[in-house]
């Protein structure tokens, strides 16, 4: 199970003490996600991120404006274990190769924000942004076996209009996607109960499930969600 | 006088086993002068990346036929466990040779993406130092796609699609193929245990 993904309004005290909380709690991963750093052009705020690393003993990803190898190398380098490319590596899809190439496939996580469009699926980018958010028109299947021929470590897969609403992981679209998907695949958008948990793991087949709002909220504590899944049978740490 | 040294064998991400080693109490540096690492108390060679490029830089470095010879305390962690052995698959490389086997990459297994990245259960030998009082329900953090084969040197095994070496020793070589830096309280105790070996 991951965990979380934070906003960077929110002041740095204010994470670390989050952070540090769902640490103790249990959580499995965090993701610390800047969804405005792409949008704006901007890169996230390194100094934060040694700061996190220094009370995590869990590991992290780091995602939000890393567009080069240096980027990448410093959030590393600062104490991340993963770097986490979306909109840049749409720009730029050789930006892929080369941080697999120079950091392993292992650190390289490809974010992808999906919708469905007719039949199919579609790549949306700058979803940060409700006034930049556009589809790319690329098929989602197409690109999720291109980011992994490319290097790929891990791919998160957002399910955009189950983002936020609670309704449940959108289990149609990441099946599809698990059945070409030889690498970890992580289901986002939709968690709002513990069931829902439970039947992405079992029916998806996925390797972890993120989500936010549950977590924020105090909406589902993540020693009760354990204990929930292990009762389910899903093979999850303690 | 610093308690650890760490091989500076050019990985990124050192910052993580650093900051778990301070959460221990423990002073780290990284270091890659051979008498430097001969007085150290322990001894840990990390790693992630590729084990050509590990290899060829542990070579470089003049510290390649020095490490095999070490006689304190040695924990080698992830990439730096698999070149405790005589060669890895990963770019058919020559290792340090301190375990006779072969790294070998993860076969495609359905169900078991490669890299195997995440939290599995680790299972001790009743003997294991750097397992004791682990617990039976311990997992830990794992991230690679090449593992090492059971055999007399296992100290503890994981099962992702078949069983692999999740902890290795030989005399004063021991090995974690996952990282205890990440690996939460369990993590914690492995660290602790190795700093306590005498």
């Known amino acids: ?238 | 006088m610093t308690d650890v040294a760490i091989i500076a064998n050019g990985g990124a991400n050192i910052a993580s086993l650093r900051f778990a080693l301070d959460r221990l109490g423990v002073s780290s540096r990284l270091t890659a002068d051979a008498d430097d690492l001969r007085r150290a108390p322990r001894v840990i060679l990390p790693g992630v990346g590729a084990a050509a490029d590990a290899m060829e830089r542990l070579h470089s470095l003049g510290l390649a036929s020095v490490i095999p010879t070490l006689t304190q305390p040695v924990l080698g962690i992830c990439l730096g466990m698999q070149l405790l052995f005589e060669c890895s698959e990963e770019g058919d490389t020559e290792c340090l040779g301190i375990l006779p086997a072969r790294v070998t990459r993860f076969p495609d297994r359905h169900g078991y993406p490669v890299p195997h990245m995440g939290w599995n259960q680790v299972v001790p030998r009743p003997d294991s130092a750097l397992a004791r009082g682990l617990g039976d329900d311990a997992y830990v953090y794992f991230v690679h796609s090449y593992a090492a084969p059971v055999g007399p040197w296992t100290d503890a095994v994981t099962d992702y699609g078949g069983e692999f070496s999740a902890l290795v020793r030989h005399a004063n070589f021991h090995g974690a193929q996952f990282h205890p830096e990440r690996s939460s309280r369990a993590g914690q105790r492995i660290l602790a245990n190795f700093l306590a070996l005498a």
Request: proline share 3%; charged share 25%.
């Open chain 1, 1 to 238: 199970m991951k965990g979380v993904r934070f906003r960077d309004h929110q002041v740095v005290g204010d994470i670390l003490e989050l952070a540090a909380r769902y640490c103790a709690e249990g959580a499995d991963e965090l993701v610390f996600y800047d969804i405005t750093a792409s949008p704006e052009n901007r890169s996230v705020d390194r100094s934060w991120i040694t700061r996190v690393a220094r009370v995590l003993d869990i590991p992290f990803c780091v995602a939000g404006g890393i567009r080069t190898v240096a980027d990448a190398e410093e959030v590393l380098n600062s104490g991340a274990e993963k770097i986490s490319v979306n909109s840049p590596a749409l720009a730029d899809p050789g930006l892929v190769n080369a941080l697999a190439r120079r950091f392993g496939s292992q650190c390289v996580v490809v974010g992808i924000d999906s919708q469905t469009v007719g039949d199919g699926f579609e790549v949306y980018q700058f979803t940060g942004d409700p006034d930049r958010s556009c589809s790319t028109r690329r098929r989602t299947l197409d690109w999720v076996r291109e980011v992994q021929d490319r290097g790929a470590g891990e791919i998160v897969l957002n399910c955009m209009a189950s983002d936020g609403v609670r309704q449940g992981y959108d289990l149609r679209q990441l099946q599809a996607v698990r059945s070409i998907c030889h690498v970890p695949l992580i289901a986002s958008g939709g968690a709002g109960t513990m069931e829902h948990f439970a039947t992405v793991f079992a029916e998806a087949g996925v390797d972890g499930a993120l989500a936010a709002s549950v977590f924020h909220g105090g909406a589902i504590a993540i020693p009760d969600l354990k204990t929930y899944l292990r009762a389910r049978r899903v093979e999850i740490r303690p």
